[in-house]
């Protein structure tokens, strides 16, 4: 037989150390931006979409385009650097937004593609509406936050 006693007091101990952490989610949420831009950034290098496909290659017409500006770089949106750059995350104590592009470089076209521009998606958004996370990205977010709260358990 298996017998686990307990009292209020050791639950309420329990409750008050789980809402302690509850109310303070800056050290896990900064952790899970972290990763979520480790995560953009890999796939940059990679010129891969978040679930591991190949980004379609760049045409001629802008190789071309580029060298003719002097840009040497053939790597896939990263003319000048300035996407790449721009990725960063905002925190507030209970939201994360990650973000990319700047006003000369907006990031959505690149996302979702244009007639002009393919798809090269950076973050797990098949569309505007449509969030797809893979398990690496799931980890990336959940595992911060649980680490953080099983906390309140030791």
Known sequence: ??????????????????????ADLQK????????LK????????????PWGQAWKPLAAKTLANRAGRGIE???????????????DYALTSFE???????PERPAPPHQFGTGR???RPMFPQRSPDTVDL?????DAIINPIADHLRAAFR
């Open 1 to 22: 037989m298996i017998r686990i006693d307990t009292n209020a007091g050791n639950v309420a101990l329990v409750f008050s150390k789980l809402a302690v952490n509850l």
């Open 28 to 35: 896990p949420l900064n952790q899970v931006g972290l990763n």
């Open 38 to 49: 480790q995560l953009v950034y890999d796939g940059f290098r990679g010129e891969v979409d």
């Open 73 to 87: 770089s053939t790597a896939i949106l990263f003319a000048t650097g300035q996407l790449y750059a721009s990725l």
């Open 96 to 102: 994360l937004v990650l973000f990319i592009g700047t």
């Open 117 to 119: 521009i393919p798809a």
């Open 134 to 138: 893979p398990e690496k990205w799931e």
